[in-house]
DNA sequence: GATCCTTGCTGCGAAATCCGCAAGTTCCTG
DNA sequence: CAGGAACTTGCGGATTTCGCAGCAAGGATC
C-alpha cells in the first residue's frame, strides 16, 4: 500500500527498512531509474523523468543519492579481450581455518576483478584476469597458491565469453 | 612508429591490425578515453579530451564509434543484493557433445548473467541470479539440468560478493 | 608523382542539458 | 502539532552536447 503505482507521490525511496546488510531497499521508481541507466549511462535526466513519471530534479537528486551510497555506479564496461587481456580464469579456492583475510588478499590483488564466498565443494571464487599465460600462471601459483590459508586451488581458464550482461532488473 | 604518444595525432584508433575473432585492437588513445569512462562513465566529452589530449569532438566520435564496434557499453551496474535478487550462484556444467548448443540456451535464460567455455573440470560455467531459493532452485533443477546435452551440474551459492569490478585496463 | 578517397581531427555556432536554488505542497513520524 | 523528507515547479546561468564545414594525413590507383 504504501506505492500504487510507479509515479505514486508518497513513495518512499528507502522504503522505510533496511536489509540484514544495512543496505537500503528501494521502491519502484528507483528500480526504474537504474532500469533506465542499465540501458544507457548517459541516458539524460529529463528523458529518465518522463519515462519514471518524475521530474527532471528529482530524476537528479536520486541518481546522486543512488551513487552516492555506493547502490549503483556508471561505468564503462568492455569485453577484456578487446582491451588486451587474452588469458582469464576462474579460481576456486579451498581454505582452512577464516575465509576472511584470504578473501581479503584476492580482492587487494588488481588482476582479481571478482571475489565471492561460496556455500559448495569450493570456500571462495576469483575471478583473474591477466594479459597473457605467463602471467595467469604467475598470479595462481605463486601468488593465489602462496596465501597463508589456501589448501588447494583448482582453476578454469576461459576459452570463450558466451555472454555478460549488467541488466539486473530489466527483464 | 605509430604511435608516439597519447596525443600523437597519426595514432590510428583502429591500429591497423585485427585481433583473432575480429575485434578490433585500440590504440593507446581510446584505451585512456575508456578508462575516463570507467571511472566514470558520465564524465563529459571535454574534460575526457583534455585528459587525454583530443577534442572535444574527437571523443566524442571516438567514444560513438566505441559504443557502435560494441567495444564498450556505458551502464548502470548494481549489487544484485540490492536491487531484490537475493540468491546467486555460479553452476558448474559437463556436458556431453558438443558445448554450444548448451551454451546458447544457457543464455537464452533471463536468470542467466554470464556463460563462459572452460577448460578443466567444468565445461562451461554460467552464474544465476534469482530472486529467492524457489526460484533458484526451479532454474537450476527444472530448467539447467533439462537441457539435452548436460551430464551433470554442481552449483556454487553465494554467500557474500567481497569484490565486483570493471576496471579492465585502469591499473 | 598526381589524383582520389577515406579517416580522423579541429573549430564553431545552436540547441539541449545540467545544476543550484527558492518557494510551496504533501505525507509521514515523533 | 512541529519537524523532516521528498517531490514539484520555475528559473536563470554555466556547461555540455550535437551537427556541420573545413582541413590535414595516409593509402590506393593509375
Request: net charge negative; hydrophobic share 40%; aromatic share 4%.
Amino acid at each position: 500500500m504504501h506505492s500504487e503505482g510507479v509515479a505514486s507521490r508518497s513513495a518512499d525511496p528507502r522504503d522505510s527498512r533496511e536489509s540484514r546488510n544495512g543496505t537500503p531497499h528501494l521502491d519502484a521508481v528507483s528500480l526504474a531509474i537504474i532500469e533506465q541507466l542499465q540501458e544507457d549511462g548517459r541516458r539524460p535526466y529529463a528523458a529518465i523523468g518522463k519515462a519514471v513519471g518524475l521530474s527532471e530534479a528529482a530524476v537528479r537528486q536520486r541518481v546522486q543519492k543512488l551513487l552516492d551510497q555506493g547502490v549503483m555506479q556508471i561505468v564503462a564496461v568492455t569485453d577484456p579481450l578487446t582491451v588486451g587481456f587474452r588469458r582469464q580464469a576462474m579460481v576456486g579456492v579451498n581454505v582452512e581455518g577464516s575465509l576472511d583475510p584470504v578473501a581479503e588478499a584476492l580482492t587487494a590483488m588488481s588482476e582479481v576483478e571478482y571475489v565471492v564466498m561460496t556455500a559448495g565443494s569450493f570456500d571462495i571464487l576469483a575471478e583473474v584476469v591477466c594479459e597473457d599465460d605467463d602471467h595467469l600462471l604467475d598470479v595462481i601459483n605463486k601468488r593465489i597458491r602462496a596465501l597463508p590459508g589456501v589448501r588447494s586451488t583448482e582453476s578454469f581458464v576461459y576459452l570463450k565469453l558466451k555472454k555478460q550482461t549488467y541488466m539486473w532488473g530489466t527483464r
